[in-house]
Structures are given as structure tokens and as C-alpha cells.
């Protein structure tokens, strides 16, 4: 494994040619962006490799993951896994039928409120989820193998430090 921090990528070849084409733009949060955006497309492919061979789509690895990082016993009532997971009720409610007829959920009387409902985990969803979820991070290692170690905590620190602000600012007008 090469460490070649002067080896060029796609996106260098996109930056020259657009500051040949136009250099009266700043293109320069290409170099970052481009970069992310095109990590964020193998990342969706690494994710949908892992997930194909558990027979589960990403939305379902989600919500079966949302509720195995609950804790025990890995029920969430359906508007904390809406929070989780960024859909809307009426998605929510679709997913989680989906789920139960996999038999990875199942539905039962919400204790604290006699009207609603909590979604919990079966055991055959905790397995699906926990081998899922191994096979993820062994995609995830591969994409950082490049990285050191250092190098990844900065690259985390950097990113944590651009996106917080825009998770505050997304949820400030939700």
C-alpha cells in the first residue's frame, strides 16, 4: 500500500480544466466538494454490496439499525425512527410493514400510551442487521485503507467540523 500524497485524481483533472475554461471563478471548493461527493457515490455502492448480500436495501438496514443501536430491547415507537431516519410518517409506516412481513419487526402496545405503538426488533432482524452491519465496516476499512490513522481522526475532525453546523442549521428549521 503506496502512500503517494501527490498522486492525481479525476477531480484534478476537472479543476485545471475548469480553471483553463474560466479563470475569472474561484473553483477552488471543487477540490473538496467533488472529492466528497464522488467518495459519497462509492461509499452508496460499498453500502449497497454489503447490504445485497443480507437481501436488504439501505432504507432497511436504516430502520433495522436505528432500532439494534437503541439498546434492549431495541424497540423505538414509529415517530422516533421518522427522528432516525429522516422520512416522512407516511414512509415510516410503509418501511415498517415491509419489515414485518420479513419478519425482522414486529409491532406491539406501546405501555407508556394506550393508543400508540412500538416497533421492536425480532432476533431474526438482529441477525440480519448485526451481519449487515460487519460486512459494512469491512467495505467502510477498505475505502480508508489508503488513510492512516491520524489521517483518518483528521479527516473525521474536518468533516465533523464543516457538517455540524449544518445538521444545527437543518434541524433549527425542521
Do not use: C
Not at 47 to 76: C, I, K, M, T
Amino acid at each position: 500500500m503506496a502512500k503517494d500524497p501527490e498522486r492525481r485524481d479525476d477531480v484534478d483533472v476537472i479543476v485545471a480544466a475548469w480553471r483553463r475554461e474560466r479563470p475569472d471563478l474561484d473553483v477552488s471548493p471543487l477540490e473538496v466538494l467533488s472529492r466528497v461527493s464522488r467518495l459519497a457515490r462509492r461509499l452508496d455502492l460499498a453500502r449497497g454490496s454489503a447490504f445485497s448480500e443480507h437481501q436488504l436495501e439501505g432504507w432497511a438496514f436504516d430502520v433495522l439499525s436505528a432500532l439494534r443501536r437503541a439498546g434492549e430491547p431495541y424497540e423505538l415507537s414509529p415517530g422516533q425512527l421518522v427522528q432516525e431516519t429522516l422520512v416522512t410518517s407516511g414512509t415510516m409506516t410503509n418501511r415498517v410493514d415491509r419489515l414485518e412481513r420479513s419478519n425482522y419487526v414486529e409491532r406491539r402496545p406501546d405501555p407508556g400510551d394506550r393508543r400508540g405503538v412500538l416497533v421492536r426488533l425480532t432476533p431474526a432482524g438482529r441477525d440480519v442487521v448485526d451481519s449487515a452491519m460487519a460486512d459494512l465496516i469491512e467495505q467502510e476499512k477498505s475505502l480508508l485503507s489508503e488513510l492512516s490513522a491520524a489521517d483518518r481522526q483528521e479527516l473525521a475532525r474536518l468533516l465533523r467540523r464543516m457538517l455540524a453546523p449544518l445538521e444545527s442549521r437543518s434541524a433549527g428549521s425542521g
